[in-house]
């Protein structure tokens, strides 16, 4: 079965440095990927989504990039604010719209 | 608009009672999902439904059903509750028509089974 990994530790960074987020995967070919921010007591909100035939996606002050071959993805937060402090889940989507989620990685942002 | 609503947003239940967690949804969604967030384990996915009258099982279907009756509901039954299913559920909608697209998700209930 499929296999997700994020960073296993806690993120902690100052504010104004850029936070990188790790998903790594195996025993799965996704078509797409997708990064969710997680907030304490609430839902997964969607902030990006990345084919299998793209590189790279930014978004403001956020990029995404994916190698396939390496089966990783990283997520970028430049000039990180206090605000971005909350739990990041990648997710792997199938063709068939299957959604598997890693178990996220807590990011603080110190001021 | 509201987008997802879950109810109760919280609750404690015997084992061996059963509950349905509800789920409503005014976005006109076609797809609705269903699934548990567990400390380490991450979300998984329980059960889904494509559109109105369809439901499918997800990772971990066993001890939970579900019926989607009309576009805008899905609820959960839990017939005979286990401490295995404490948990926070999310229920999460999609426009259905395009792979890949967003989950929009309620912001869940979380359950403590003694």
């Known amino acids: 079965s499929q296999k997700i990994e994020q960073n296993s530790e806690a993120l902690n960074i100052q504010e104004g440095k850029t936070a990188t987020l790790t998903c790594n995967y195996t025993n799965y070919s996704p078509a797409y990927l997708q990064w969710y921010r997680q907030d304490p007591g609430r839902g997964p909100v969607f902030l990006l989504l990345i084919r299998e035939n793209e590189k790279e996606k930014r978004k403001e002050r956020l990029k995404v990039t994916f190698d396939t071959t390496l089966k990783q993805s990283l997520f970028h937060i430049t000039a990180s604010q206090p605000a971005d402090s909350a739990t990041y889940l990648c997710?792997?989507?199938?063709?068939?719209?299957?959604?598997?989620f890693g178990t996220g990685t807590s990011l603080t942002v110190i001021p | 608009t509201a987008g997802i609503t879950q109810a109760p947003t919280s609750q404690i239940l015997a084992a061996g009672r059963s509950m349905t967690l509800r789920c409503t949804q005014d976005?006109?969604?076609?797809?609705m999902y269903w699934y548990r967030q567990d400390l380490g384990l991450g979300l998984r996915l329980i059960h889904y439904?494509?559109?109105?009258?369809?439901?499918g099982k997800g990772e971990v279907p066993d001890g939970y059903s579900v019926s989607r009756a009309n576009t805008d509901d899905f609820p959960l039954t839990l017939a005979s509750a286990v401490p295995s299913q404490t948990s926070v559920y999310f229920c999460a909608s999609s426009d259905g028509g395009t792979p890949g697209e967003t989950q929009y998700f309620g912001p869940g209930t979380r359950l403590l089974v003694l």
């Open positions: 997710a792997l989507v199938g063709t068939g719209n299957q959604f598997y």
């Open positions: 439904s494509n559109t109105a009258g369809t439901t």
């Open positions: 976005m006109r969604h076609n797809a």
